[in-house]
T-cell receptor, first 111, second 114 residues
């Protein structure tokens, strides 16, 4: 399974867009990019996932580069409740797929 | 739907004691998972199940056992508790399709072994 690299921490002002980068340079063709977040030691929460096209849902947007070696999660208008650890995970679409969790990015949204 | 529920929320064990962490989901998901999360770290997969009667080891299975007699329940058993098992334990479930595998997590059980 491909590994991911994320910055350990980031800050964002409330109301501004939060752009969280993820590097997955060894990703293969059938591997999806997933994003989860974990708010203050609660159970992780699914945000969004994609294969090669950009994706948007009610929570966030996911931008995947054309070579698929990196991606960016965008929270368009960050609120204090978005303060959390954000995990970028690459998941193989085969039968033996398991989520391999890294250390994530700790996002602090400041008033 | 309650989603994924876990009991207990907190537990303190003495070394050598045993206990069972309970996990139940009401989403009719076939896939269920147990993770542990040590302070400041990501989650590590202990065991998972692809359906009733079928379980398999994850990254860190030593010291744990699981069973899956029903679709809804996936208990995790610690037989001889050790301080290294002090952690937060999360149960999750998912509906696995060809293009998606969103996992839904419970609130966690905080276990301390002294």
């Amino acid at each position: 399974d491909a590994k991911t690299t994320q910055p350990p921490s980031m800050d964002c002002a409330e109301g501004r867009a939060a752009n969280l980068p993820c590097n997955h340079s060894t990703i293969s063709g059938n591997e999806y990019v997933y994003w989860y977040r974990q708010i203050h030691s609660q159970g992780p929460q699914y945000i969004i996932h994609g294969l090669k096209n950009n994706e948007t849902n009610e929570m966030a947007s996911l931008i995947i580069t054309e070579d698929r070696k990196s991606s960016t999660l965008i929270l368009p208008h960050a609120t204090l409740r978005d303060t959390a650890v954000y995990y970028c995970i690459v998941l193989n679409a085969g039968n033996n797929r398991k989520l391999i969790w890294g250390l994530g990015t700790s996002l602090a949204v400041n008033p | 739907n309650a989603g994924v529920t876990q009991t207990p929320k907190f537990r303190i064990l003495k070394i050598g004691q045993s206990m069972t962490l309970q996990c139940t989901q009401d989403m009719n998901h076939n896939y269920m998972y147990w993770y542990r999360q040590d302070p400041g770290m990501g989650l590590k997969l202990i065991y998972y199940s692809v359906g009733a009667g079928i379980t398999d080891k994850g990254e860190v299975p030593n010291g744990y056992n699981v069973s899956r007699s029903t679709t809804e329940d996936f208990p995790l058993r610690l037989e001889l508790a050790a301080p290294s098992q002090t952690s937060v334990y999360f149960c999750a479930s998912s509906y696995r399709a060809s293009t998606t595998d969103t996992q839904y997590f419970g609130p966690g059980t905080r276990l301390t072994v002294l």
